[in-house]
């Protein structure tokens, strides 16, 4: 049991809070963790996994987007960055945005359901599920 509680502390101590958005430019993932300055691009990668993922978009950026019909960054995954999930834990809806579509984040079986968060989120070349 105190190995239980050993790992679970080390884990938490270890999870950073990271920001992340598809770099249309560099064909990844951009991956921002927050400094004295703000929230700031640490990494690039391929594919991420997090714990507590809440889904968010800038209405103005969107509207920039749609005004200007050009893309901006304005639609983010927070949360903490985990190196695998727990057993039997395997995220298997998968989620979308389109600003032209939506003004949120959605479920591509359930277009009019959106999830403002989840457990657990996978995020990589292949999409996001949830």
Known sequence: MLDLCVKIYDDVLTMKKVRIYRNLNRKCLSVQ???EKG???S???KSIK???AIFKVSEAGRQRVIREKRKNVHAYIEGYEIESFPEGVKPSKRISYNPYK???FF???EPDR???ST???EIGENGIFA
Request: aromatic share 16%; hydrophobic share 35%; no cysteine.
């Open 114 to 116: 959106k999830p403002l």
């Open 119 to 121: 457990f657990y989120a």
């Open 107 to 109: 479920y591509t079986d």
């Open 102 to 104: 939506s003004s949120h």
């Open 33 to 35: 963790t927050m400094t």
């Open 43 to 45: 990494k690039h990668v």
């Open 39 to 41: 929230w700031r691009v």
């Open 50 to 52: 997090l714990k507590s």
